[in-house]
């Protein structure tokens, strides 16, 4: 039975489970039904951005249930299936290494163009169709198309991947549903103490920075690097070094990143059982529920919204003291 899994990555560049699915079949409706009890259960938020295997049947499903989320196809997939449709290319191998460095080097969208067309004609694959059907989705899976969109550094699904192997030592192949359950709970709760550890070791590690300047203590970003990733580069650092500018703006210095920023999730709900089981989370999404009800309200009439951003502020300062 297929096993599906939802992937993302904290602020420590973990993967975590953002949930799973067993699906007896994977045609459209099947990966609907996936992708909206997956919602359900996130509390309908959409993700910005997600990453999948190129499957027609998953393309069309996310874009009828999250048409406003960017799709790309995981570009491992994509070049595990060069060895099929460059059959009786020659030389092959050598073919293969041209594909992946003319997806991965171009550095402008007319640099792809132009090495794309002269790759398909000089190896004369006009007349293949999937390398048609590929051009034709370039949005969906060359990086120079998707990387002003931010991504924490995936490129492909094997993080989602790996995850598979975090279940190694719970569950196998022999494992019955039932099982499955139980051991699932023990996997994620295990998963979390290690969150917890390296949110503990973060706060007590501190980095020799090399030089002088203040702005070694972080990591920037240019060459899309910051767009994709979040973190600035070194080509943007070098530029700094030499305006002589020793301190980063605040704004480059994303919260998902951060290690002094509290995040609530790393206790709030894990105490015991599942986290949608506790207490705490009941709790949680019956003050979530007042507050999106103000939010429904106040949208729309300026006036309303200045109301709720006032007592809001006015709120979490008298929490806060």
């Known amino acids: 039975m297929p096993y599906a899994t939802f992937v993302g990555i904290n602020h420590h560049r973990q993967f975590i489970l953002l949930g799973c699915a067993f699906m007896s079949h994977e045609d459209i409706d099947s990966y609907k039904l996936v992708f909206r009890t997956w919602l359900e259960a996130m509390g309908n938020v959409h993700p ?20 406003n989320t960017i799709h790309r196809y995981c570009i491992c997939h994509i ?6 449709y460059l059959s009786g290319v020659r030389p092959s191998k050598i073919a293969r290494g041209e594909f992946k460095s003319m997806v991965l080097d171009s550095i402008t969208i007319e640099v792809f163009e132009r090495k794309w067309t002269e790759y398909i004609a000089r190896y004369n694959l006009h007349t293949r169709n999937w390398f048609n059907k590929l051009y034709s989705e370039k949005e969906n899976w060359v990086p120079v198309y998707l990387d002003v969109y931010s991504w924490a550094g995936m490129l492909s699904t094997q993080r989602s991947e790996g995850m598979h192997m975090f279940f190694d030592g719970y569950i196998t192949h022999q494992s019955t549903l039932r099982i499955f359950v139980h051991q699932y709970e023990l996997a994620i709760r295990a998963k979390h103490e290690k969150e917890l550890e390296a949110e503990y070791r973060s706060k007590g590690f501190q980095i020799v920075c090399e030089s002088r300047f203040k702005w070694e203590e972080y990591t920037r970003t240019i060459c899309k ?21 020793d301190k980063i703006d605040e704004r480059y210095i994303l ?23 506790a207490p705490e ?5 019956s003050m979530l529920k007042y507050f999106d009800m103000a939010c429904d309200i106040a949208l729309g009439t300026s006036v309303k919204v200045q109301c709720v951003k006032h007592n809001l502020k006015k709120m979490v300062h008298d929490l806060q003291n």
């Open 281 to 285: 989370y009941k709790t949680y999404k």
């Open 48 to 67: 910005d951005a997600i990453i999948t295997d190129q499957y027609q049947s998953i393309k069309v499903a996310i874009a009828e249930v999250m048409p």
């Open 225 to 245: 690097w910051f767009e994709s990733r979040g973190i600035l580069c070194y080509h943007i650092l070098k530029i700094l070094s030499h305006k002589k500018i």
């Open 255 to 277: 919260t998902r990143w951060r290690s002094d920023v509290i995040r609530p999730h790393l206790n709030r709900f894990h105490q015991v059982g599942y986290p949608n089981m």
């Open 79 to 84: 070049f595990s299936k060069l060895p099929l």
